[in-house]
């Protein structure tokens, strides 16, 4: 883009099949009331509203002149064509909007919206971010995510058919999962000719699933040195060509 680019995190007003009673109603045990977009704009306000808001607080902080447009909370491609089409295609139309991000599950691509990504990728700068979390069937029932490895790499597949930059997120310290677990979520998913992958730990959230559980059973979390160490040797495994968008996150520091 010949300059800085950021993003500016939406909230598109949509839900997720985990949560709306469709596939179950508690969603992912981590998954917090926001839909993991605890730091994305106001859902009150339209897409529009939200993107001056975000521009307004990142423009006191330095000179921005573009921005990609990232719909990160809940699930993004969970409504009616007609909605996506009305939401993304309006910030799209905005003049400093240079691109799109959509944050969704590998569960609710049906071709329809597979072949309106693909018309989007053909006009813009377009990314797909799939949440997967692991590659583990045992552990993706323990997390209530609500499908397993296989829809990953099918939705994954039909993205880059369509040459869509496909971003996975992945957990590391997820309940139960060894070292060996997290280092072969990277190698599977490294065989599937993705782009980039973002690397989280796992933080557990007040009022969610996850921290019920941890009440009740005290599970270990991950020690700064053994996940350092166990993200080091992922990123050593990647294709030198998949980006590494981010090595660890964290939540709302109250809900933590």
Same mark, same amino acid.
């Given at each position: 883009?010949?300059?800085?680019?950021?993003?500016?995190?939406?909230?598109?007003?949509?839900?997720?099949?985990?949560?709306?009673?469709?596939?179950?109603?508690?969603?992912?045990?981590?998954?917090?009331?926001?839909?993991?977009?605890?730091?994305?704009?106001?859902?009150?306000?339209?897409?529009?509203? @939200?993107?001056?808001?975000?521009?307004?607080?990142?423009?006191?902080?330095?000179?921005?002149? #573009?921005?990609?447009?990232?719909?990160?909370?809940?699930? %993004?491609?969970?409504?009616?064509?007609?909605?996506?089409?009305?939401?993304?295609?309006?910030?799209?139309?905005?003049?400093?909007?240079?691109?799109?991000?959509?944050?969704?599950?590998?569960?609710?691509?049906?071709?329809?919206?597979?072949?309106?990504?693909?018309?989007?990728?053909?006009?813009?700068?377009?990314?797909?971010?799939?949440?997967?979390?692991?590659? %583990?069937?045992?552990?993706?029932?323990?997390?209530?995510?609500?499908?397993?490895?296989?829809?990953?790499?099918?939705?994954?597949? @039909?993205?880059?058919?369509?040459?869509?930059?496909?971003?996975?997120?992945?957990?590391?310290?997820?309940?139960?999962?060894?070292?060996?677990?997290?280092?072969?979520?990277?190698?599977?998913?490294?065989?599937?000719?993705?782009?980039?992958?973002?690397?989280?730990?796992?933080?557990?959230?007040?009022?969610?699933?996850?921290?019920?559980?941890?009440?009740?059973?005290?599970?270990?979390?991950? #020690?700064?040195?053994?996940?350092?160490?166990?993200?080091?040797?992922?990123?050593?495994?990647?294709?030198?060509?998949?980006?590494?968008?981010?090595?660890?996150?964290?939540?709302?520091?109250?809900?933590?």
């Amino acid at each position: 883009f010949g300059e800085k680019v950021y993003k500016v995190t939406l909230n598109g007003g949509m839900s997720c099949p985990n949560r709306d009673g469709k596939l179950g109603s508690r969603g992912c045990i981590f998954c917090s009331a926001g839909g993991s977009g605890d730091f994305a704009a106001d859902a009150e306000l339209s897409v529009t509203e @939200q993107i001056d808001s975000q521009i307004a607080l990142l423009s006191a902080k330095r000179p921005i002149h #573009k921005y990609i447009a990232y719909f990160q909370a809940y699930s %993004n491609t969970y409504a009616d064509i007609k909605i996506l089409r009305e939401k993304y295609e309006t910030v799209l139309s905005l003049k400093n909007v240079v691109g799109l991000s959509i944050a969704t599950r590998a569960d609710i691509l049906d071709k329809e919206t597979l072949e309106y990504l693909g018309e989007l990728n053909k006009k813009t700068f377009l990314w797909v971010e799939l949440g997967l979390q692991s590659s %583990n069937d045992k552990t993706a029932q323990l997390i209530n995510r609500g499908h397993d490895f296989r829809t990953f790499m099918k939705a994954a597949e @039909q993205l880059r058919e369509r040459n869509i930059r496909v971003c996975v997120h992945i957990i590391n310290g997820l309940p139960g999962e060894t070292y060996d677990d997290m280092i072969k979520t990277v190698k599977d998913i490294s065989v599937l000719n993705i782009n980039a992958v973002k690397i989280h730990m796992l933080y557990i959230l007040k009022d969610t699933p996850l921290f019920k559980l941890y009440e009740k059973e005290k599970f270990s979390v991950m #020690k700064r040195e053994d996940y350092i160490q166990t993200v080091a040797d992922q990123i050593e495994l990647l294709p030198e060509e998949v980006i590494v968008e981010r090595v660890t996150g964290d939540g709302k520091a109250d809900d933590l």
